[in-house]
């Protein structure tokens, strides 16, 4: 069968970039390749390759290959002594940088399982054009800078590249990183492995030192990327996949799967909405009580999506009564992008440096960005996710994949941390279960229970159209219910992309972002 290529990301330079892959006859995790090296340079605030990602590669007929690309905590970390600094974990500067980026390995990985014809030199040139001549800052951007000013502007190699006189940039100014360029050029010529064990390696490795990160160049070398079986379950509709520990992709399937035994009893969106609001809080019990290092878990993830567990799920909820809520919720900023090629291999990707900006470490040899995912760690002893040398820390990230019935395929993910369930949830159940297009199924007003993006609110926020139609009866259920202006990056940058029995494809972005969503021509 001919396929239809199609790519959606949330930015509309990596969606260009992705899309030109394969055109030219590039396979899914070329072109996924390409547009995460394009997007690192393009949204810094929300990715960097100083980072991590997860991957589900998708091939037609054939079990999906999930890239567990993340980093551990530093071997030689010492736990105690940031538990003798205070309860929490730094917030900024190398002390917060102490877990290993993994996501260039995830890159080689893909490439491996699903290379073409294409050099990594041809792969990453075009972000290494965008970082020697600059992009156009974007309001997103900006808004995530004047948000993390007070954390980061101190951080002087922070300010030297992300501000100008200690001062945010505006939107349409020009933000070049010329060592980043450099560094992507040196890892197109002689391979991405330099990022762990080269001339990359040692350079990131003397910098971090000299911020006070505890991650050494023995970090680098001792980091795998790990192939993995994805987690799955079978609701009325299909089969859906997800990512498996340290991510939080269980709570996205669970959510999804008890909504499928319920969603006989809605009749309109109110009921809809409840009935997934109190399906995440089921999921997000279970996630927040075992999720941890895979190594770590007290007993396999994939038990918790059994038929008995999403039934016993299921009839804790009440079409009358919203079960009291918060709970510690999480935060996170991410990139979710979806390819589809001429083979029909899908890919579900995901590439985060956890808050915005990450830990605010610029590498001045190397232009790289460094994450602040150590700061899901717990300092408590008795905690499943407490801070350990060598441990992975609990994710938000999680690529979701699903094969219908009725033949279809599809892609979908979101950023947005404790969201990203969420909002995997609301388009997947409009798209499929209400018969919404894709694009409305992604760009209607949408809800978010719980804090996300560092905020401290733990209530029920619905965009304003939501909130005018049903907050009325929401509250009357005994939702705490609040609201946000319509179109809100706050809920999210959600994407898909679906292929028919036909190979034929649609894809869609959010309007919350500035990511666009482009299709081949039919083969």
């Known amino acids: 069968m001919n396929y239809q290529s199609a790519f959606s990301a949330s930015h509309y330079q990596a969606t260009q970039t992705g899309q030109a892959i394969l055109d030219a006859g590039g396979t899914a995790s070329e072109a996924m390749v390409a547009a995460a090296a394009m997007i690192t340079v393009q949204y810094p605030h929300m990715n960097s390759i100083g980072g991590d990602s997860f991957w589900l590669i998708c091939h037609p007929g054939k079990a999906p290959i999930a890239i567990d690309a993340c980093g551990a905590a530093s071997h030689s970390i010492d736990v105690n002594a940031y538990r003798a600094k205070g309860g929490e974990l730094p917030e900024s500067g190398g002390e917060s940088a102490i877990t290993m980026a993994g996501t260039i390995s995830g890159w080689q990985k893909a490439l491996q399982i699903n290379g073409g014809q294409h050099s990594l030199s041809e792969l990453l040139k075009p972000a290494i054009e965008a970082a020697e001549q600059g992009i156009e800052v974007t309001q997103s951007f900006v808004d995530a800078s004047e948000k993390t000013f007070d954390r980061l502007h101190a951080l002087d190699d922070f300010a030297n590249l992300f501000l100008n006189q200690s001062k945010t940039l505006k939107v349409g100014d020009n933000l070049v990183n010329p060592e980043l360029a450099a560094t992507l050029t040196r890892l197109g010529e002689v391979g991405l492995d330099d990022f762990y064990r080269g001339e990359i390696a040692e350079k990131a490795a003397l910098d971090l030192s000299k911020a006070g990160s505890p991650i050494t160049l023995d970090d680098f070398h001792i980091h795998r990327v790990k192939v993995m079986e994805p987690l799955t379950v079978e609701i ?161 990230l999680n690529p979701a994949y699903a094969e219908l019935h009725d033949g279809r395929r599809m892609v979908y993910g979101t950023m947005g941390g404790e969201g990203q369930p969420q909002t995997q949830a609301c388009l997947f159940s409009r798209y499929i279960y209400q ?15 719980g804090r996300t993006w560092g905020d401290t609110t733990n209530n029920l926020r619905l965009e304003y159209s939501l909130y005018k139609a ?54």
């Open 236 to 396: 009325s509709k299909g089969q859906l996949y997800n990512f498996g520990a340290p991510t939080q992709g269980l709570a996205s399937l669970l959510i999804i799967a008890i909504y499928d035994q319920l969603v006989s009893t809605t009749g309109n969106e109110f009921e809809h909405m409840h009935l997934l609001v109190e399906a995440t809080k089921q999921a997000f019990i279970i996630r927040d009580r075992l999720i941890t290092d895979e190594a770590c878990l007290s007993q396999p993830l994939q038990d918790l999506l059994s038929e008995k567990m999403i039934r016993e799920c299921a009839d804790r909820i009440s079409l009358e009564k919203a079960q009291p809520w918060p709970h510690q919720a999480k935060v996170g900023d991410t990139v979710w992008m979806g390819a589809t090629d001429k083979y029909g291999t899908m890919v579900s990707f995901i590439q985060s440096i956890y808050w915005e900006f990450g830990s605010g470490v610029v590498l001045p040899s190397t232009g790289i960005l460094w994450n602040i995912r150590g700061k899901s760690f717990s300092l408590d002893a008795d905690h499943h996710n407490v801070l350990a040398p060598g441990k992975k820390p609990f994710h938000t």
């Open 435 to 449: 018969g919404l297009n894709l694009q409305d199924a992604i760009a209607k007003p949408r809800w978010l229970l």
């Open 470 to 523: 049903h907050a009325a009866q929401l509250s009357k259920l005994g939702h705490d219910v609040t609201y946000v202006t319509d179109n809100n990056e706050l809920m999210g940058h959600a994407g898909a992309i679906v292929i028919d029995s036909q190979g034929l494809a649609c894809a869609s972005s959010d309007p919350r972002s500035d990511g666009s969503s482009l299709l081949g021509d039919v083969l």
